[in-house]
Every structure is written in structure tokens, then in C-alpha cells.
């Protein structure tokens, strides 16, 4: 297990118009449909339409959006932390 120090991770939806994200550490890609974000607790996709991304925050790795959001997915790392049964079962 690693020892690397998550960065603390916050999601704010207001209204399905307007997004909040701390602990960005990376912008994969984004265009008016989707936005695709790296955190340390996995990639998070983003879905809607005229979806504008705007600047992160390096003080805290914040990133505000704004459009129409349908869906939030995670894809990749979890909590590192799983229970040895989970690690047996996959």
C-alpha cells in the first residue's frame, strides 16, 4: 500500500447548471459534451451539453463548470483501503 497523501476530494452540483470539483490534479480533455478530470480517487467523466470548463484553482485544485450536466462517472482507482475479500472476489 502507498503512502502518498490523497488530496481531499468535494463534488457541488447546483441546479444540474453549475459544478464544483476539489482535488483536480489533471484536465484529460473536455469539449461541450464531456469533460474527463484526473483526482487521486479515480477519473471522473462529466457528460451534458455546453458544458464550459473553467480554470483550476491551484491553491486548493478546485474547478468550477458550467452547462447543462447529465451523468458524473468514476473510472480507475478507488479507495486503496478494500477489505481482503473484495481483493479475493475480483
Known sequence: MSDKILLQHKVIIENRGAMSV???TQVVAYDENR????TDYGTL???GR??????ISSSNNTMKLTGNI???QYKGA????EGLLS????
Open 87 to 90: 481483493r479475493i472476489t475480483r
Open 50 to 55: 455546453d458544458l464550459v470548463a473553467g480554470e
Open 70 to 72: 447529465d451523468t458524473l
Open 45 to 47: 467523466i462529466v457528460t
Open 35 to 38: 469533460i474527463v478530470l484526473r
Open 22 to 24: 476539489d482535488g483536480v
Open 78 to 81: 478507488r479507495d486503496k483501503r
